[in-house]
């Protein structure tokens, strides 16, 4: 999953040579999870077709300021769509274009757009090596970036015409990394790490029974997700859950008991800006597990259990410089007991909810929780999905951390 999952991004094509590369744009775009737009001046239509690229970003392509399809011409909104945008991307960008998005000469349904949008704006240039050095291409690209835009800059290489230097619209693949890479930099999270623990732990009364819980995980599957759209790099601890995430930003440790868990947690907190710990781990184990299957040749069994490691309360004793955030699962007295865990495990935030609600609790895609911070301060919210609630929960962290 990359950073740029669910954005809405805007491709504008100009009539260079490089147009061809931007169904490869397209693509990856498309690939890692963004909706796509894209516009074109007229004469771009002469280097790539808008057949094309409507196929591979499965929305129509705009090139003027109507659709004259029969006797009633239809106007396209520019305005509209600048605003739909949440990054404007030009590539390439003839020097043609890129003086008139300096000039804001917008005689062309790319440039009226260019000048309606609201989003972050990178372009790519592209053109021959001394119209690239010319006085004039320079003072548009640094008026371009003096208004706030990105320049994702031209590389070295063989030209159209033959010529060696400079002026090579960016790989496709390097545009994407480009506008990643500067999307993390402004996230509030970036440069932090976040570790995050989910789902149930397994204790083993044999090789084929254990005591288990009905977490599944999916509480702390948002929230590690949601940490790294914030820009975070994210070690995400799981008991076994059919929970999977392929964020690039995500290093998963998969565990079973609770012994391996606090093993793995240990083995990385010292690192951590930020320790979420929302699986349900046992609090009890057998305290001796059978080598081979045992056998029903009883109408009773009886188990002696003891008492798993606390991972919290270890956490709560070591931290430094983390945040440390607790789970807390109520049945009865439920705020009372959940300030009394905040306390007792020197937690900065705790989240409470309870079984009594309705949606709330195990096996749901649901969650109604109560925030209680260090100083006792309490927020309640609604009920909400899961991903909504790991929006609230990093949502305080964030005021934490900026307070």
């Excluded at 009773?300 to 931290?319: M, R």
Aim: with cysteine.
């Amino acid at each position: 999953m990359s950073i740029l999952r669910g954005k809405h991004i805007l491709l504008g094509i100009t009539a260079g040579i490089a147009a061809y590369k931007t169904a490869s744009l397209v693509r990856l775009f498309i690939k890692a999870g963004a909706d796509v737009k894209v516009i074109m001046t007229p004469a771009a239509k002469d280097f790539i077709t808008p057949l094309t690229l409507s196929t591979l970003s499965k929305n129509p392509v705009i090139s003027s300021f109507t659709e004259e399809t029969d006797e009633n011409a239809v106007w396209n909104n520019h305005v509209d769509l600048g605003l739909w945008a949440d990054l404007f991307i030009v590539a390439p960008v003839t020097a043609n274009t890129l003086s008139k998005m300096a000039a804001g000469s917008s005689d062309n349904f790319l440039v009226a757009t260019y000048l309606s949008a609201k989003c972050p704006v990178y372009f790519a240039p592209a053109m021959d090596l001394d119209m690239y050095k010319h006085p004039s291409t320079k003072a548009s690209l640094e008026t371009l970036q003096s208004f706030g835009n990105i320049m994702i800059p031209a590389t070295a290489g063989e030209l159209a015409s033959g010529l060696v230097g400079e002026g090579r619209m960016a790989e496709p693949e390097a545009i994407v990394n480009h506008i990643e890479s500067h999307i993390l930099e402004t996230m509030p999270l970036y440069g932090k790490t976040v570790l995050v623990t989910a789902g149930p732990t397994y204790e083993a009364i044999d090789p084929v029974r254990f005591i288990g819980n009905h977490s599944s995980g999916l509480m702390g599957f948002e929230i590690a997700n949601h940490a790294a759209q914030l820009g975070a790099e994210v070690i995400y601890i799981t008991g076994p859950t059919h929970y999977k995430t392929d964020h690039s930003r995500i290093k998963t440790i998969p565990v079973v008991s609770a012994e391996e868990m606090y093993t793995q947690v240990h083995a990385n907190f010292q690192s951590v800006d930020i320790a979420i710990l929302s699986a349900a781990v046992a609090d009890y184990k057998p305290k001796t597990t059978a080598t081979s299957k045992i056998k029903k040749a009883s109408p009773t069994l009886s188990l002696e259990l003891e008492k798993t490691k606390d991972i919290l309360a270890s956490l709560g004793a070591i931290k430094s410089h983390q945040l440390l955030v607790g789970f807390a699962l109520e049945t009865n007295d439920e705020v009372a007991n959940a300030i009394k865990k905040l306390k007792s495990k020197n937690l900065d935030l705790i989240v409470l909810n309870s079984l009594n609600d309705a949606g709330a609790g195990f096996g749901g895609t649901t969650n109604k929780v109560t925030l209680i911070d260090k100083n006792l301060v309490q927020t309640e919210f609604p009920l909400k999905s899961k991903a909504e609630v790991a929006i609230d929960i990093m949502n305080e962290l964030l005021k934490q951390f900026n307070a």
